[in-house]
């Protein structure tokens, strides 16, 4: 089975839409910052966004691992348990970082500004979507799922800025 990371350089439509609206691009994956797991488990970073953010692997394994996210002002979050959910909630909701009540009505009028911009939007995401073979959560269930994960489970990925040991802030508060 090929590897969705493979996929994703393989397909235009993917990763047209993954650079814009989501802001996701496979070849950032240097973070601006040394940084570690408060756990000592691996880290390693795979892609970034345009304001000098990471996506971060944690731990031993392949895609299915859980994915943090680290912004350039010191805030993390575990945002996913593995590429085929990080992938799910960039392509429903590539506006995630200004969710902050995570709810479906915050989430439309961000969609909204998108829109202003990106009229074809929803076909570019099903194109995507096809490309990479991923079913869509709905946008109320992706943005559940992501501060399910980022408030439950991310409790054990803290990533502290290693020159300092001192811990990112949370990016999504309990």
């Known amino acids: 089975m090929q590897s969705l990371i493979t996929a994703i350089r393989e397909n235009e439509d993917a990763s047209r839409y993954l650079a814009w609206p989501a802001d996701f691009d496979l070849d950032r994956g240097d973070h601006c910052e040394d940084v570690h797991l408060a756990s000592g488990a691996p880290l390693d970073g795979f ?6 953010g990471t996506y971060f692997f944690c731990g031993e394994g392949g895609e299915e691992r859980p994915v943090l996210y680290a912004d350039s002002e010191g805030g993390a979050a575990l945002v996913a348990v593995g590429l085929t959910e990080l992938l799910r909630l960039l392509l429903v909701a590539p506006w ?3 969710c902050r009540s995570f709810t479906t009505d915050e989430s439309t009028e961000l ?4 829109l202003v911009n990106t009229p074809d939007l929803a076909a570019r995401r099903a194109r995507a979507a096809t490309a990479l073979g991923l079913d869509l959560p709905t946008t109320a269930d992706a943005l559940a799922r992501l ?6 489970a991310g409790e054990g990925f803290v990533l ?3 020159p300092e ?3 990112y802030e949370p990016l999504i508060p309990s």
Do not use: L, S
Request: no cysteine.
């Open 47 to 52: 892609a970034g966004d345009g304001a000098g």
């Open 96 to 98: 995630w970082h200004d």
């Open 111 to 114: 969609a909204a500004e998108y």
């Open 147 to 152: 501060r399910k994960v980022a408030t439950e």
């Open 160 to 162: 502290i800025f290693t």
């Open 165 to 167: 040991n001192k811990p």
